[in-house]
């Protein structure tokens, strides 16, 4: 990736990473379940993201002013004041265009629904019920909407301002949009000077993602690689670990390293496995300020991840609520000569069909690296699908099949030998409906007026998900592999449940708050703890050896430990 400075961020590069990020983001959620009760069979997801942003943000500003007993305007002005100052310009810009719209609508006490769809940012499929998260007003929807259309229509034109496909028109910015849309497109870092698919910088698909560099101007020195001359000179993988014992000559490499079954862990996911979260805080007014923003940047240049706390791939300790423990910091316990060797090549809306693009930038050699543990976890996205005909676009198990063997020959052609393959069952969604449809929502707690049953109306999944993990199953059992083994598990959201119930915790804070879909943090961690058991008892040749000399390699290189 060409060179980019850093300076950029504060003021065009949020201004523009957002709407381009938010153009580019499908984020599909997890599947509910065809056992829904009737009156919560899904209303239909007319435009997706835009939809669902707008009636978010809609909602804040509303409750905001009523929170604070002050005007729509007020309450607008309050949420860009509590963003961070690198994002304020593009908060003021959307409420110059939408804001006195927005006000007009809600003095005239129509809901965050009615304002969104006649501002056309949520829109009806022909043939289709109006989507909508909030009870429908008592005149009903479709005259409601009509009803704030006209005031709309009568009051002052709505205010233009330059898109960002203008302004991505400007010379100086348009090298700037292509390489954020490269970023979005590719998953690749955003700074990456040498070219080997590893960053020295943490967001934007950098090392949060993958394991850091540590010479991002040399592009055969990067995590994972087998060391080059036993690191007698330099560190070629990035582990820490080089140069020469001066006691008996013999490189630490060699030492330490050589026999003890290094391996990488490698991630092939979805927003889940890219750990998606929207902080509550967001949403919540009654708690909300200025601190309740300050990773909004990060985020937002994470693309609403945090793959540093992940389930595979975490390394971090988590800030956004329970505690980080992951697969790859189990494989670096085991064996400290697998720092930072990880690759999480995640995508919110990742399924079997789009991964076969996403697993092309994975970054593994045959002859030069070390074997990977690959997880194929695309738990959800098959099945949900955020397409009007949700049923019509779920993927069939014929689909899935080639889909999946697709993705096994490509990693067989990369993957090193003796790597391992590990597939993961989708999601159940009858656990969300059973345990959170009468909660609240974080929207929902000011008025007590929206559950997740609402929600999981409004953004309507359904469910095919045992028929598409006993295709994944069946691959396991009978297709076999040159460079690596291939196993099965179910995703385990049943034995979370119930190891975090004899921790004394309930089931519905095993979900994401905010989107009621994803596995929250805890449920990472613990996730963590079942998948590691099944391995040792299961697949021990998955997990490699532990290296006997893990206590001398961090007395001696515990300067070098660092993520």
Partial sequence: MMRASRQIFPNWFCILWLPLLLRAISCSPLPATELLPPAALPSGLSQGQTCVGCVLVVSVIEQLAQWHNSTVKAAMERLCNYIPEKLQGFCYVLAEVYGPHIAELIDREMNADVVCHSLKLCKQDPGQPLCHLYPPPKVGLSAAIWKAKKILKNSKDLKRTVGVPSL???????????????????????????????????????????????????????????????????????????????????????????????????????????????????????????????????AFTDELDWPQFSEITGFLNSTIGGWTDSLYLRLRRRNRCNHRDLQNISQNGGSSRNLLGLIKSLARNQLLDNPAIVIYATIGNDVCNGNRDTLAHMTTPKEMFSNVMQALRYLDSRLPNSSHVILTGLVDGRFLWDNLHNRYHPLGQLNRDVTYSQLYSFLNCLQRAEQLSNVLKEIARTQKFSNFDVFYMDFPLKQTAEEWHKMGGEPWQLIEPVDGFHPSQIAAALGTGITWQKALHEWPQVLGKENPFNDQIEAIFKDQGGH
């Fill in 168 to 298: 991505c028109a400007f010379p100086l910015l348009a090298d700037l949009c292509e390489r954020i849309k490269y970023v979005l497109r590719s998953k690749l870092p955003f700074e990456d000077f040498d070219g080997d698919k590893f960053s020295t910088f943490p967001t934007l698909r950098g090392y949060h993602w993958r394991g850091r560099d540590c010479d991002d101007k040399n592009t055969t020195v990067y995590p994972g690689r087998r060391p080059d001359n036993w690191d007698v000179k330099s560190d070629s993988n990035c582990n820490g670990i080089w140069g020469v014992d001066p006691k008996d000559g013999i490189p630490y490499e060699e030492k330490f390293c050589k026999g003890a079954d290094s391996q990488g862990v490698v991630l092939l996911g979805d927003s889940a496995g890219a750990h998606f979260h929207i902080p509550p805080e967001w949403m919540t007014v009654t708690q909300m300020s200025a601190k309740s923003f300050a990773n909004l940047p990060m």
